[in-house]
Every structure is written in structure tokens, then in C-alpha cells.
T-cell receptor
Framework: RKEVEQDPGPFNVPEGATVAFNCTYSNSASQSFFWYRQDCRKEPKLLMS?????NEDGRFTAQLNRASQYISLLIRDSKLSDSATYLC??????????WGAGTKLIIKP | EAQVTQNPRYLITVTGKKLTVTCSQNMNHEYMSWYRQDPGLGLRQIYYSMNVEVTDKGDVPEGYKVSRKEKRNFPLILESPSPNQTSLYFC??????????????FGEGSRLTVL
């Protein structure tokens, strides 16, 4: 089992719809969590950190479920520009970040 | 402009020909790291550095070397490249160790092909 798993997709979603995807992690001692966004053939960029209480940034909501060991990302009112690959990142401690392989999202007009 | 700069961006080389990929950041970050990205595998850490003269292995260090003689520079060295090192390489830096408390800033990537 991979340490961090994501559904690779692609998720094909019409513009304006709401889409959500999860990321599961295996190390119960994981300390912090992040979502990064990566456009095709470009570098990853931080989208948002994921806090225990959940957090929201505009149309994006991230949640953490420690009991079931997953984090989620919800995108409301999706835009064409949201098309990208979303990478889940887990800090397992010892200065190690474990990256998921990413979920590809395609927003269609 | 705050940035991480990698060079070269694209390189085709042959097996066994030593090469160096440079990485430089202008944000005075202590932490720097090299990753490789392959389809379906996600980012895998090659080496990281907590500060000048402090480096450590990541998950896939075999076949690579690094050095950190200055805070801003963290070159990746492939002494004898092999075809299985064909990949997309990213350098990243952060104020916080491992990006755990903050944001990782990435270079634009270096696409390496070893024939």
C-alpha cells in the first residue's frame, strides 16, 4: 500500500459544478497536510494547508479526517482555470514530505 | 522577484556522461531539496539540505550527489547517468524544514533524457 494514495482521475467536470476528491494516508502519526496544484509540465504550487478544523479559501475547502486518515479537497463553482493536477502532501515528521501521485481535474465548458 | 532557478531546463545526454543540474534560490531559505517526478509515482525526494554543508538522503538517492557550499545554491550531480534517471527534476526551497510549517517553492523543472 502506498503511503499517500490519490485517485488519479481524470475527473471530467462541467464548468460551475462542485467537485471533491480525497487523499488517504497510511501513517497515523502524520503531522501536517497540504494540497498543491500542478499545471501540465509545470512546477507544483501550494494551494492550501489543511488544518484539523478544516479550512476554506474562496471556492476551495480542505478537510482532515484523522480517524479515517484522509484529507479532502472540495472545489465549488469550478472554473476552466481550475483544470490541473492536484497533489496531496503529507508531512510524516522527520522533515519528510510524502507526495501523492496526483488527481487530474478537467473542467469542461 | 523571489524565485528558484534551475538550469538546464531541458537536456538530452548519453549514458555515463557526467552532468550537473544547478539550482539557486534568492529567498535566503535554509531548506532546499531535489525531487524527481515520474508518471504515476508522484514526487520522490532525492536529497535535501537543512543548511550550508548539511545534506541528507531522501527516498531515491542512488546515482545522485549533491553539495551545499553556499546557502543559495544546491546543485544535483549525476556522475554516471543511466536511462532510468530519465525524469523531470524539481528543486525546491523553504524557510521551514521540509516545508512542514510553510510553503515549498519550486523551480520550473529540468527535463532530463538519458539515452
Amino acid at each position: 500500500r502506498k503511503e499517500v494514495e490519490q485517485d488519479p482521475g481524470p475527473f471530467n467536470v462541467p464548468e460551475g459544478a462542485t467537485v471533491a476528491f480525497n487523499c488517504t494516508y497510511s501513517n497515523s502519526a502524520s503531522q501536517s497536510f497540504f494540497w498543491y496544484r500542478q499545471d501540465c509540465r509545470k512546477e507544483p504550487k501550494l494551494l492550501m494547508s489543511v488544518y484539523s478544523s478544516g479550512n476554506e479559501d474562496g471556492r476551495f475547502t480542505a478537510q482532515l479526517n484523522r480517524a479515517s486518515q484522509y484529507i479532502s479537497l472540495l472545489i465549488r463553482d469550478s472554473k476552466l482555470s481550475d483544470s490541473a493536477t492536484y497533489l496531496c502532501v503529507v508531512n510524516t515528521g522527520n522533515y519528510q514530505l510524502i507526495w501523492g501521485a496526483g488527481t487530474k481535474l478537467i473542467i469542461k465548458p | 522577484e523571489a524565485q528558484v532557478t534551475q538550469n538546464p531546463r531541458y537536456l538530452i545526454t548519453v549514458t555515463g556522461k557526467k552532468l550537473t543540474v544547478t539550482c539557486s534560490q534568492n529567498m535566503n531559505h535554509e531548506y532546499m531539496s531535489w525531487y524527481r517526478q515520474d508518471p504515476g509515482l508522484g514526487l520522490r525526494q532525492i536529497y535535501y539540505s537543512m543548511n550550508v554543508e548539511v545534506t541528507d538522503k531522501g527516498d531515491v538517492p542512488e546515482g545522485y550527489k549533491v553539495s551545499r557550499k553556499e546557502k543559495r545554491n544546491f546543485p544535483l550531480i549525476l556522475e554516471s547517468p543511466s536511462p532510468n534517471q530519465t525524469s523531470l527534476y524539481f528543486c525546491a526551497s523553504s524557510f521551514f524544514s521540509g516545508g512542514a510549517g510553510g510553503e515549498l517553492f519550486f523551480g520550473e523543472g529540468s527535463r532530463l533524457t538519458v539515452l
